[in-house]
């Protein structure tokens, strides 16, 4: 028990716990702590097509995301006071 609650408080998944980010130089949203708001750094797609989805989103850098899940591939982000559900894929793309 003492190294479940240990391992959660160093890797912040305890709600209320701080967590300093800044090392992570090109860290994307798959590796994101759930309900910790991140300001996108940009945008890494191989595909200009998704690129201009996740702009209509309003993911663009300097905008605030938030991850509130990930279940199974799928993660549900918050953006510009919405939520959407995305795929691992365009998860990668943004870099936090």
């Known amino acids: 028990m003492e190294l479940a609650v240990t391992n959660s408080l160093y890797n912040g998944s305890l709600t209320g716990s701080v967590v300093d980010h800044s090392h992570r130089s090109q860290s994307n ?13 940009g945008i890494e797609a191989g595909e200009k097509g998704m690129k ?13 995301v ?7 591939q799928n993660y549900v982000i918050h953006v510009k006071d919405a939520r959407y559900s995305i ?7 943004i870099l936090i």
Do not use: H, M, Q, W
Request: with cysteine; aromatic share 10%.
């Open 29 to 41: 949203l798959t590796n994101a702590v759930l309900n910790i708001p991140y300001t996108i750094r």
């Open 52 to 64: 201009e989805f996740l702009f209509t989103l309003g993911c663009y850098e300097g905008e605030k």
């Open 66 to 72: 938030t991850v509130i899940s990930a279940l199974a």
């Open 87 to 93: 795929d691992e894929d365009l998860a990668r793309a």
